[in-house]
């Protein structure tokens, strides 16, 4: 398999730790965030979002979305809960990641890296609505060990990704203590790798 | 079950449009959507997101986000496909469209609805990146029926429901030949209901 991959997002984070959780082999080619004018030739017939990641399966099919890309390689494995209503808490958190998290604490972060200079009254909602992602997790994993069930799922990657690098975008996650605890569950999964 | 619901939003007539095409019965109580300060009252305990919808079902347990609840409810029907390739990929255009199609033709929507003049160059990035969306689905329609697969889908539905309102948010969705003959196909699906 062969992902269209880049060392710095989260978003490909994410699959590059399911696959070492699981063993998973695949090649990987590195695509640029911050210059996208080759996106359309590279990406262009392969996924309709032109992001990253975008894998290309052994058979040559592509699938894109990490997320989707998550759910699909968990099936059958222990970080896809097998229960109807459990599958589908994993799922309302991932749509709540790309959703309510992502685009606020993976684009400051992104602005932080990138040295992009963002209007402040565009920086100040991003960071506010961050900050409600954040305590909404916060809320939710305090007397709970991980996001549904009581095991590791798609949804605590998905979640992992941005959130243990959101001091890079000005979140002081040392405040929240659940999510500090659940940070260091997920680091010391076996298998783990760092982004 | 309970849906906490809103009358104007696409996301909840998503749930509205799949119980309807699948005949599920379900109380309604409408949320407002323009004063949202009795939203953690209301929804705190149900939803993180403090979004609408949110489902309770029979059995009290709380389900969100529009896609986790359309996917929980077309398992084992039609509405969800049965291969895992196909699965992961109406997954994908049901991130694509909270990602990359919501936030910007939804968002343009609710401001003209709501009278929100918002900032110019705010504006114009979410046109534009409406536009970029709308045009990654013309360019997948082309020569196909529904999203995925040869019948409608969870992402069908996901797509349909901010698509087919576009032209509210200003977009000419007229200029689109295949989103057209796609928005026909799943307006005569047995068992629609308009927004």
Redesign the interface.
Known sequence: MLLYDNAISGNCYKVRLLFSLLGIEYERREVSVIDRSNRAELLGDLN???RVPTLV?DDG?P???????L??FA?GTEYLPTD??E???A??W???E???H??NIAVLRFWAHAEIKP?P??ALAKFNGGLAALE??E??LTGRDFFVGDRATVADIALYAYTHVADEGGFEIARFEAIGAWLERVRTLPGYVSI
Chains 1, 2 share one sequence.
């Open positions: 309709p979002g032109l399966l099919r699938l894109a979305e990490s997320d989707a890309i759910v699909y099936e109807r209503y599958r589908a808490q799922l309302q991932m749509f709540f790309q959703y309510s992502e685009p209007d009254r565009e909404a997790m809320r939710h």
